[in-house]
């Protein structure tokens, strides 16, 4: 929920510099209020932070350049194919199907894999679910879960924890396969002014049917974007390791980790910008992917950690992009945000880099083109392929944009995105139908399966959402995606018989050969000593 609406959108302001906290405190997960706080200093007030969500006299005052040129050569196309290996199987509506609610932005994972079947796989999914409550928003969190592979699903309402008042957003997702553990959690953020916001979590077992009560794990005004990842830590650490990012205002860009599954934090600032997608690859190498700066452009940047967050690299790659934000709200037609937000996956045994955004590559006749480029890395991230685009599309061109990228156990790569090529419409107008595709990759990204999931598209003018006093079309900023052994679970919002309702669909791709790009794999010592060790960030 990190960006203002694209009527509401604030300037970008100077990259803050990022540096270990030392001294602080380790977060008790129990505790009812929990802050992190540098040494000797009170709690910073609300700033309006230019990444988070502001106040409606937040408006950008500089002038609309709708021209976007792209420069350098036009980025060279995957070949995308209609023809398919795998089945699309069942989509099922998973809300509670409340009277003209509005969902968005969902986060799911596959708790248990089946050994057999999809039949067998266990999801649990949650997302940001909005009320009409007169004229504002009121925004909570959805929850549901499904144990015979996404057929049949039980709903409920994930509560936040006492004192969590106000618009409940962002949800986020992980599940820790050394210990069977499933961590949910959201942010809370309160209209009044000075009051704080709340990162919240809650975690299940794997023999409990439902998450425990949610508890805060972080206090501070103004945070925003948070995603998280579980699984196997560096050596010499042992055990698990949970990492929770996410931009927090004034105090910049952080990572809470926990060594502990969940029952303690302790605080690392990250490199400063928006939408810190975090990966655990072999080794437990961690990687974070983000919208961060180069100069006054927006840049899809990839940073590692190979100490758990004792210390982050200098950029891998950062992708300057070609449109500002604003620009790329214009690019597409419909009253809603576009997200310029870095995707990324990691192969879990060759440790291949694959980095993943939306970006406008092109003009025709004062209408521009939004694609998804794909840019890889064999080595580490010490060298990386051209950009290519991976999505197929029509003529005249529609849009793609809002892409979620998996890379599962075989080196398959899986891709979810909104597209408008079937109705394809002026960037100007305020209508937009949109459909929601899905691609499968067995060679690394330069072969693409292509499908569309979505029976009718979603009217963008069907959505709305305002929580703070001021409202727009709004479709979210993100998908959700997770993958099993033996299939693909996409999570979105699409249209129900004229209602917006939170749909998931299995594809299943049994049988489907693995990615034979996986023989130059990185050994785990390679990432932190052979290949030249970037310097910390400072």
């Known amino acids: 929920m990190q960006f203002l609406p694209r009527s509401r959108r604030v300037n970008a302001g100077p990259k803050r510099s990022a540096r270990h906290w030392i001294g602080v405190a380790a977060l008790a997960f129990g505790a009812a209020a929990l802050q992190v706080l540098p040494v000797g200093q009170a709690r910073l007030e609300r700033s309006a932070a230019p990444d988070a969500l502001g106040p409606p006299e937040a408006v950008e005052s500089a002038p609309v350049l709708r021209t976007v040129e792209p420069k350098g050569p036009a980025p060279a196309r995957a070949s995308v194919l209609s023809a398919m290996r795998y089945t699309i199987g069942p989509t099922r509506r998973v809300d509670a199907r ?50 015979d592979g996404a057929d049949a699903w039980t709903t409920t309402e994930l509560v936040a924890p006492a004192g969590s008042t106000g618009t409940q957003f962002d949800p986020m997702t992980a599940v820790d396969a050394t210990t069977g553990r499933t961590y949910v959690g959201a942010m809370s953020r309160d209209a009044a002014v000075g009051a704080s916001d709340t990162v919240w979590l809650a975690y299940k077992d794997a023999s409990a049917a439902q998450p425990g009560g949610p508890r805060a794990i972080f206090v501070q005004s103004g945070v925003d974007k948070g995603w998280m990842a579980a699984g196997t830590p560096p050596a010499p650490l042992n055990g698990s390791v949970l990492y929770v990012l996410f931009k927090a205002a004034a105090l910049g860009s952080l990572g809470l980790r926990s060594l502990d599954e969940g029952a303690t934090f302790e605080p690392f600032a990250i490199p400063d910008g928006v939408g810190h997608q975090p990966r655990i690859g072999p080794g437990g190498v961690l990687t974070i992917s983000f919208s961060g700066s180069v100069g006054s452009a927006r840049a899809s940047t990839l940073v590692r950690s190979v100490d758990a967050l004792e210390s982050i690299s200098q950029p891998l790659i950062q992708v300057p992009m070609a449109a500002t934000r604003r620009q790329l709200d214009d690019a597409v037609p419909g009253g809603f945000r576009i997200p310029d937000l870095a995707m990324h996956a990691v192969d879990p045994v060759s440790g291949r880099l694959y980095l993943l955004y939306n970006d406008v590559t092109g003009t025709s006749g004062g209408e521009a083109d939004v694609n998804l480029l794909l840019r890889d890395s064999i080595d580490g991230g010490a060298n990386w392929s ?61 072969t693409w399966e292509e499908a569309r999931l979505t029976g009718a598209p979603l009217h963008a003018q069907s959505t709305w959402w305002n929580p703070l006093g001021y409202g727009t079309q709004f479709v979210g900023d993100y ?60």
Do not use: K
């Open 98 to 147: 409340l009277a003209g609610a509005q969902l968005w932005e969902p986060s799911l994972v596959v708790t248990h894999a089946g050994s057999d079947s999809a039949q067998d796989d266990q999801i649990a999914a949650i997302w940001m679910e909005g009320r009409r409550s007169g004229e504002m928003t009121d925004t909570r969190i959805g929850s549901a879960s499904s144990f």
């Open 479 to 538: 998908l959700g995606m997770a993958v099993s052994r033996h299939a693909v679970y996409v999570a979105y919002p699409g249209d129900d018989a004229g209602e917006v309702g939170m749909m998931v669909t299995r594809i299943d791709f049994a049988g489907i050969p693995s990615s034979p790009h996986r023989t130059r794999a990185i050994p785990t010592d390679t990432i932190g000593s052979r290949i030249r060790r970037p310097a910390p960030f400072r």
């Open 386 to 446: 051209e950009p290519r685009i991976v999505n197929g599309d029509a003529s005249p061109a529609g849009d793609q944009f809002m892409p979620w990228i998996e890379c599962d156990a075989q080196g398959r790569l899986h891709l979810a995105y909104f597209d408008n090529r079937r109705n394809v419409a002026p960037d100007a107008g305020d209508i937009a139908l949109l459909d929601v595709y899905y691609a499968l990759s067995t060679d690394g990204g330069s």
